[in-house]
């Protein structure tokens, strides 16, 4: 089982920045690629990025690419979303997702991912 915590979510002005951070539990958190989604009100949930176990590999939405950075520290068992040039249209909430054990390579569809954080708030302001 592997259980994940989102931190870093917040209210920021357009063009501005900010980090998301996920921590996961579990000893198995190396062998297994990462993610992020989001959903904003109304819409379905999107994916944002993703990383494979060994950080050689990673995803970007469109709508993302160049603004967003996801990074992972296997030895702190954490993944990182890097995102400037905040706009306002990034406003949702941000998911943490982690696939199961031995899936190490990235994907973009939500039902990959085995397991869910319970999200964070990201608000930009125009």
């Known amino acids: 089982q592997v259980q994940l915590v989102e931190s870093g979510g917040g209210l920021v002005q357009a063009g501005g920045s900010l980090r998301l951070s996920c921590a996961a539990s579990g000893r198995t958190f190396s062998n297994r690629a990462m993610a992020w989604f989001r959903q904003a009100p109304g819409k379905e949930r999107e994916f944002v990025s993703a990383i494979s176990a060994s950080a050689a590999s990673t995803l970007y939405a469109d709508s993302v690419k160049g603004r967003f950075t996801i990074f992972r520290d296997n030895a702190r068992n954490t993944v990182a979303l890097q995102m400037n040039s905040l706009k306002p249209e990034d406003t949702a909430v941000y998911y943490c997702?982690?696939?199961?054990?031995?899936?190490?390579?990235?994907?973009?569809?939500?039902?990959?991912?085995?397991?869910w954080g319970q999200g964070t708030q990201v608000t930009v302001s125009s």
């Open positions: 997702a982690a696939r199961s054990s031995s899936f190490t390579t990235p994907q973009a569809k939500s039902t990959t991912y085995a397991y």
